[in-house]
């Protein structure tokens, strides 16, 4: 398995690293948050307990629900195996960066190439305060973050603490991103992005499909990465779940891989 991971507690920043380090190097994203149902499908399926529990409450019973019967409901380790089946059906050209909080060391095949982000407690906190809302955070992600770090602990992985931790992360997998494969020139590295962003479409269709959630796919908005032609570029273009153009994604001011001016940048991996 060609792949580079990424673990760590909700709040770490994960989810950054990975689409920066994808984008800069010509690498396939592994997205966790965008396989969450097709993992819940398969755990309902299979006839687990605590995912066929989860579908049977509504949001607000599940926040309700104990501390212990939330954390089973997240199907933390149930999520591991399907991870690594999901990658191993992934072709092994470019190279893959998975991320997700279920990277943990006792999933991971042998041999592979893994490190974990764990910035301070505080730092985790506000992040998720500014993501889910002014001074709250959901108990079960901190909780679940605790768990993550003390099972790292426990294991003496690489771990990087910084907050702004895409530097160390590209040090700490310089070898691999050197020998690479990576993207074989600009049309393979719009091909990725288009893969990125429709995932997430998927993500949400699969959510919205749910008899308890909202039937909101025509209003609701996520942010969607730039298409555009520089591997910096790190903006993000909030667009209508259901309204994904068939044209490049692009931010004002931003060129498309194929304008005849971006031939300079063909096969770069940066």
């Known amino acids: ?4 991971w990424i673990g ?21 994203r592994y997205d966790s948050d965008a396989r969450t149902w097709a993992h819940r499908d398969l755990a309902v399926k299979a006839g687990h307990p605590a995912a066929l529990r989860f579908e049977e409450l509504t949001p607000a ?9 939330r954390l089973a409901m997240w199907l933390q380790a149930e999520r591991g195996p399907m991870t690594v089946a999901d990658l191993r059906a992934l072709p092994s050209s470019p190279l893959t960066v998975a991320e997700g909080t279920q990277v943990l060391p006792g999933m991971l095949p042998p041999g592979s190439r893994a490190v974990w982000l764990v910035p301070p407690a505080e730092v985790r906190l506000a992040r998720l305060r500014a993501r889910h809302g002014p001074g ?28 702004d931790a ?10 691999e991103l050197a020998a690479g494969p990576l993207a074989r020139g600009p049309e393979e590295r719009a091909r990725l992005l288009r893969e990125a962003n429709e995932a997430v479409v998927e993500q949400y269709r699969a959510f919205f499909a749910r008899p308890w959630s909202p039937d909101a796919s025509e209003t609701t908005a996520r ?15 909030s667009l209508v779940i259901e309204r994904l153009p068939p044209t490049p994604v692009l931010a004002p001011g931003h060129r498309p891989w194929n304008r005849p001016e971006q031939a300079g940048v063909r096969g770069q991996s940066r």
């Open 223 to 237: 942010p969607f990465v730039c298409e555009c032609a520089d591997p910096r570029c790190d903006v993000q273009v």
């Open 136 to 163: 709250w955070a959901p108990e079960l992600y901190l909780r679940l973050g605790e768990l993550i770090e003390a099972e790292v602990e426990r294991a003496g992985v690489a771990v990087i603490t910084r907050e």
């Open 166 to 175: 895409l530097p160390e992360v590209e040090r700490f997998f310089a070898e």
């Open 61 to 69: 019973q599940r926040a309700a629900a104990p501390m212990q019967e």
């Open 1 to 4: 398995m060609n792949v580079l």
């Open 8 to 28: 760590g507690p909700p709040g770490s920043g994960k989810t950054t690293v990975a689409r920066r380090l994808a984008r800069l190097h010509g690498l396939r």
